[in-house]
């Protein structure tokens, strides 16, 4: 299968009325008026974001939840999408590591998790790589000036994650070890768009759990130039019954959960906890901002004896 007869038959399916039926060089997409365009991208390669040999199913619900939890953290509506397919081998006849077959299963459940999420899959390229990866730039919107940024809590919030956290890292555990479990957060990453879209009203800032806890609260820190002090015992994680050597450490630190981090006014409290129950999602209070210290240490874990926990020297995945 040629390049142009792999778009026609995988992926034409998916196009909405901006992609123009994937037969231009370009889309077309006229966003609603008086809203903002948010824009993100995210790549998987093969090896580091999904193990070699890994399903298509699972690369390619990683690829659009991890892309759209961006989108969510902002507040923003998915509205479509660019997807950039990379080949392990040369190109023509067969696609080296990824053979049509896998191409089939990857597109099928490629166009699943758009439709579920609808969003329209607008154009793309696909190359000829050493190595296979996958790449999805995503375009959203919010009314225009409701962007949810990192840069701005303040000093009195109270900090919230959605869900649980650890899900992640226990799921890779279970993926690399060929566990079948019930473990989905990893290898069909939920990107938390209704809630995203609720906080608009609600947070002063917010980013998704794809790095690690500690890490992606810390840049909520460096963006607000504030503190944030969180409770140890507070944190919800995952009832981890499988893997015993992963630690509460590894826990926040271990990235893929793709919850939403945020802050808030403790004015919003009683709000939250219904926007809880009416999105049927734990969102659990789990600290305060505080005033940036004289050592410049932006984050602090408090221990339920009320003592500072010891902070890892390894925060969250680092992608370079």
């Known amino acids: ?37 948010i824009l993100s991208v995210d790549m998987l390669v093969a090896g580091v974001h999904f193990p070699v040999g890994a ?19 902002k507040g923003a509506k ?5 997807l950039t397919l990379a080949f392990g081998g040369a190109f023509g ?12 299963d990857f597109a099928a459940a490629f166009h699943k998790e758009c439709t579920r999420h ?15 990866s996958v790449s999805l730039s995503v375009y959203g919107v919010v009314p225009h000036g409701t962007m949810i940024k990192r840069s701005g809590a303040n000093v009195g919030d109270d900090v919230y994650v959605s869900g649980v ?7 890779l555990q279970e993926a690399l070890k060929d566990i079948k479990s019930s473990t989905k957060t990893y290898s069909n990453p939920e990107p938390r768009l209704a809630l995203g879209q609720h906080l608009r009203d609600l947070a002063s800032a917010s980013i998704d759990i794809s790095d690690g806890l500690l890490a992606d609260v810390g840049h909520i820190c460096k963006a607000s130039d504030v503190a944030i002090d969180m409770e140890c015992n507070a944190i919800p994680l995952i009832n981890n019954t499988l893997n015993d050597a992963l630690t509460f450490d590894d826990m926040i630190t271990g990235g893929d959960d793709y919850e939403l981090a945020f802050t808030a006014n403790p004015t919003h409290r009683t709000a939250i906890t219904s926007l809880a129950k009416t999105l ?12 940036k210290g004289a050592t410049g240490e932006s984050l602090t874990l408090i ?17 370079i």
């Open 78 to 82: 998915p509205e479509g999408c660019l």
């Open 303 to 319: 221990t339920a004896e009320g003592k500072p926990h010891p902070l890892p020297k390894k925060r969250g995945f680092s992608h």
């Open 93 to 104: 006849g067969a696609f080296g590591q990824w053979d049509e077959l896998f191409l089939q």
């Open 165 to 171: 956290i650890g899900g992640g890292i226990v799921g």
């Open 280 to 291: 049927s999602l734990p969102l659990t209070r789990i600290g305060i901002v505080k005033e």
């Open 1 to 37: 299968m040629k390049e142009f007869e792999l778009i026609e038959s995988l992926f034409s399916q998916q196009a909405g009325q901006a992609g123009l039926g994937l037969q231009d060089d370009a889309a077309c997409w006229q966003p609603p008026p008086d809203h903002d365009i």
């Open 55 to 73: 399903s298509p199913a699972l690369v390619a619900a990683r690829l659009v939840g991890c892309a759209l939890s961006d989108l969510a953290a």
């Open 118 to 132: 609808n969003v329209s899959l607008w154009g793309g390229d696909s190359v000829s790589a050493p190595t296979p």
